[in-house]
């Protein structure tokens, strides 16, 4: 996957696949630290890590290193911590955002603030705190390691779906509609959410506004799901604080957008960022590279100052004791090099209960969708199949026992 970034073309339809889910994939993320693993959720209600082997995928791949279960329903979002190696976060339909250790391959904290589905989350620079959006309609600030809820807005004029850190200027900013339907940003102080700093209308389409922040270079990019194109921003310190740009057009209707990291921008064509977009009508995705044009063949120091690296600069150990550390940064004028030696290992895990917070978190838990149905129903045949071989052998057991016995009393007596 990603030693080919550059690789085009139509691919096989029986080309090998990541398929190991028993319910529809709801969100995939790539480790920032090993550039092979996969963290990915599902209506299945597991969340799982997958190791992409060197080389791309040679065949299906079914088995993942690591399944983790701990949400009673669907599992709609899964984040990685900036900033600490193996801390994975996931939100699920049963309200619950949980903070996995994957040293330890268990869910160490729980987040139980939220009274309905959570929509986004967001991480700030050094992941001391978390930004979450709420079918509930509003915006949070949390501490993730306490739970404790910091700033509050209830959005009723503006009803918030996705929400992001803008680096380290201490502002949030979040993508929803307003009150007359019309899809609106908003920007906030993360400090003091009883008002936002602005709000400014986009347009009166339908689709979710997804805004990706850059805070190297300050810019805002704001797609929007069945839009063909993508709008830039300049944001600043003072008012206005937005600064409109321009925008990229293109007659295809975008599903999905992702985001090339840093390191793999094409430095020497000044790429600033690179989106991929997924276009169900064609059954493609295309790269789309924001580029700076540039005379000059030299690095440009102003559009790539040093970035967030690979390196983690916590351990899970650490940042769950409450230690917080900015990222380490690296140059991109080298070029990226792949120094990190960080291998993911697998835990091995015996227990079958997840307890967080003196809650059995499997305890008792019923299905309430299909899948979930589905997949107790399975876990049940093979206990039953279990248990009838167990079964099977006590009783030739008890056959070659009573046998003994009964070989034992014909022994004559004097013998």
């Not at 404790?148 to 979040?174: D, I, P």
């Not at 499997?362 to 045949?381: A, I």
């Amino acid at each position: 996957f990603l030693d080919f970034p550059f690789q085009t073309g139509r691919i096989e339809p029986n080309y090998p696949k990541v398929c190991g889910h028993q319910g529809n994939v709801l969100d995939i993320k790539w480790n920032p630290f090993i550039e092979n693993i996969i963290a990915s959720c599902s209506e299945d209600t597991s969340v799982r890590i997958w190791e992409i082997p060197e080389g791309g995928l040679k065949r299906n791949m079914t088995e993942a290193v690591l399944e983790l279960y701990g949400h009673s329903r669907r599992v709609g979002i899964v984040e990685w911590h900036p900033t600490t190696n193996n801390i994975l976060l996931s939100a699920g339909y049963d309200y619950k955002v949980l903070i996995w250790n994957l040293d330890i391959g268990e869910p160490v904290k729980m987040i139980d603030c939220h009274t309905d589905v959570i929509l986004c989350m967001s991480f700030n620079t050094d992941g001391s705190l978390l930004a979450t959006t709420c079918k509930d309609k509003k915006l949070r600030v949390v501490e993730p390691r306490s739970g404790r809820v910091l700033q509050e807005a209830s959005c009723k004029n503006h009803r918030v779906n996705r929400v992001v850190f803008l680096g380290s200027t201490k502002r949030l900013l979040t993508t929803g509609v307003s009150r007359w339907n019309t899809r609106q940003i908003a920007l906030w102080d993360q400090e003091d959410l009883s008002m936002p700093l602005i709000e400014e209308e986009i347009d009166g389409l339908s689709g979710l506004l997804f805004p990706f922040y850059d805070a190297d270079t300050h810019m805002l990019y704001l797609a929007g799901k069945g839009d063909g194109n993508i709008r830039y921003y300049e944001i600043g310190s003072e008012k206005p604080y937005l600064s409109y740009l321009m925008e990229f057009r293109s007659p295809a209707p975008q599903k999905g957008l992702a985001v090339m990291p840093k390191h793999g921008l094409d430095v020497s064509a000044c790429e600033v960022f690179r989106f991929y977009k997924l276009i169900t009508l064609k059954g493609l995705i295309e790269p789309i590279s924001m580029i700076v044009p540039r005379r000059s063949e030299t690095y440009q120091e102003d559009i790539y100052p040093m970035t967030p690296g690979t390196e983690p600069a916590l351990t899970p150990d650490e940042w769950l004791s409450g230690v917080n550390r900015d990222p380490i940064l690296m140059s991109l004028k080298e070029g990226y090099k792949r120094n990190s030696k960080i291998v993911f290992k697998a835990p091995v895990r015996e227990k079958k209960s997840v307890v967080v917070n003196g809650i059995d978190l499997l305890e008792n838990v019923p299905p309430r969708t299909e899948n979930e149905l589905l997949r107790m129903f399975f876990r049940q045949q093979d206990e039953i199949r279990r248990l009838k071989d167990e079964l099977s052998q006590r009783d030739i057991q008890i056959r070659q026992l009573q046998l003994e016995l009964k070989n034992f009393r014909n022994i004559p007596k004097n013998n």
